[in-house]
């Protein structure tokens, strides 16, 4: 079975600087896919990025970027720049590569930028 | 285009009352997925549909939960003799079934608080 672990319950950074949030995972899949999600006070939740674990190349969505190490089965986000709307809950998630690939969530970072 | 829809937004009920949770999916989205989100167990999924059929419900929690999904769209996700413990945020998604990686997208959910 797979599993998620988000070792920071909570961060807070200022407006512009950048953040990591961390990310490790446990799976005997050789391939699967990996997910950061974001969950704003609304309640949506919002895909942020995601990698898929036979790519070795790092994912990057504009200021939201990965950084992958397969070997050590990390996944840890980096928010570049980030923006008072980047406060959110933030998820991490895998999902093996086939059946339901349902999603196995972390325990959720809540991230708070800071004006 | 539309997103996954979810109603009622909110739902209070008495305990031993039965409550329905409606999801509108992604127009062609064949997966549809129901997660539970709560304060002590995170994020856990319940069932997944792919077309009408149920291939996975292994995370339904007891024999009171119990989710339909009709003409290939519309899931209504049911708990008969509601509990306190079954207060939670109760999440859909949905994703277009391509094989390979189905990036799942959510509605904004249901709180249920059960009196």
């Known amino acids: 079975a797979q599993t998620v672990t988000q070792s920071q319950p909570e961060m807070s950074v200022q407006e512009a600087e950048t953040v990591t949030l961390s990310c490790t995972y446990d799976?005997?899949?050789?391939?699967?896919?990996l997910f950061w999600y974001k969950q704003p006070p609304s309640r949506q939740m919002i895909l942020v990025i995601r990698q898929e674990a036979y790519k070795q190349q790092n994912a990057t969505e504009n200021r939201f970027s990965v950084n992958f190490q397969k070997a050590a089965k990390s996944f840890s986000l980096k928010i570049s720049d980030s923006q008072l709307g980047d406060t959110a809950m933030y998820f991490c998630a895998s999902a093996p590569p086939s059946g339901a690939q349902k999603l196995v969530f972390g325990q959720g970072t809540r991230l708070t930028i800071n004006p | 285009g539309a997103g996954v829809s979810q109603s009622p937004s909110n739902k209070v009920t008495e305990k031993g009352k039965d409550v329905e949770l409606r999801c509108d999916p992604i127009s062609g989205h064949t997966a549809l997925y129901w997660y539970r989100q709560s304060l002590g167990q995170g994020l856990e999924f319940l069932i997944y549909?792919?077309?009408?059929?149920?291939?996975?419900k292994s995370g339904l929690p007891s024999d009171r939960f119990s989710a339909e999904r009709t003409g290939g769209s519309v899931s209504t996700l049911t708990i008969q003799r509601t509990q306190q413990e079954d207060s939670a945020v109760y999440l859909c998604?949905?994703?277009?079934?391509?094989?390979?990686?189905?990036?799942?997208?959510f509605g904004p959910g249901t709180r249920l608080t059960v009196l």
């Open positions: 799976t005997s899949e050789n391939n699967y896919y």
């Open positions: 998604a949905s994703s277009l079934w391509r094989g390979g990686q189905n990036t799942q997208y």
């Open positions: 549909f792919q077309g009408n059929s149920a291939p996975d």
